[in-house]
T-cell receptor, first 111, second 116 residues
Framework: GENVEQHPSTLSVQEGDSAVIKCTYS??????FPWYKQELGKRPQLIID?????GEKKDQRIAVTLNKTAKHFSLHITETQPEDSAVYFC??????????FGTGTRLKVLA | NAGVTQTPKFQVLKTGQSMTLQCAQD?????MYWYRQDPGMGLRLIYY???????DKGEVPNGYNVSRLNKREFSLRLESAAPSQTSVYFC???????????????FGDGTRLSIL
């Protein structure tokens, strides 16, 4: 079936450094790729998303890139801050209504 | 505008008991979802409802039933709870469209369910 592989599972970076999280998907029909941030004990919240007709999207310190040929997309966080510490999930769509989530990356930003 | 509201927030059950988790959204979204989240497993889809009047199985439907009561409400029922169903349950909704592409999901605050 459809799946999404997410790496790494944990990531520690020094404050001010960049962090990159990568996801690989299997369904070539996937056309929507959101990223969610989940702080401890909280709900997942959308931070950025990209559609299949776009290769890159930026929002301040956060960017997402998409390589449809290789079926992978990545989240880039620049100038990391302690408040960026959280679990990040990638997701993609399977069909029109189903979303498949990666297993998450726990990001720790060390002060 | 509350978004997605889940009740209860916490629940402890004994094995074999039944209960219903409630979810309501006030964003006029047509699609609603139930996920469970276990440590290291990410979010796994239990059931979803693409639109009012339809429901479909996700990845892990066994042991659960759902009801799309109306456009706003989507409930998840555990008929005979088992310890393996101890988890955090999230409800989500989105304004998906047949054309125009998928839309972001909005999540509720979750229900933390423990089954002894």
């Amino acid at each position: 079936g459809e799946n999404v592989e997410q790496h790494p599972s944990t990531l520690s970076v020094q404050e001010g450094d960049s962090a990159v999280i990568k996801c690989t998907y299997s369904d070539s029909a996937s056309n929507y790729f959101p990223w969610y941030k989940q702080e401890l004990g909280k709900r997942p919240q959308l931070i950025i998303d990209i559609r299949s007709n776009v290769g890159e999207k930026k929002d301040q310190r956060i960017a997402v890139t998409l390589n449809k040929t290789a079926k992978h997309f990545s989240l880039h966080i620049t100038e990391t801050q302690p408040e960026d510490s959280a679990v990040y999930f990638c997701a993609t769509t399977s069909g029109t209504y189903k979303y498949i989530f990666g297993t998450g990356t726990r990001l720790k930003v060390l002060a | 505008n509350a978004g997605v509201t889940q009740t209860p927030k916490f629940q402890v059950l004994k094995t074999g008991q039944s209960m219903t988790l409630q979810c309501a959204q006030d964003m006029n979204h047509n699609s609603m979802y139930w996920y469970r989240q276990d440590p290291g497993m990410g979010l796994r889809l239990i059931y979803y409802s693409a639109s009012e009047g339809t429901t479909d199985k996700g990845e892990v439907p066994n042991g659960y039933n759902v009801s799309r009561l109306n456009k706003r409400e989507f409930s998840l029922r555990l008929e005979s709870a088992a310890p393996s169903q101890t988890s955090v349950y999230f409800c989500a909704s989105s304004k998906n469209r047949q054309t125009g592409g998928n839309q972001p999901q909005h999540f509720g605050d979750g229900t933390r369910l423990s089954i002894l």
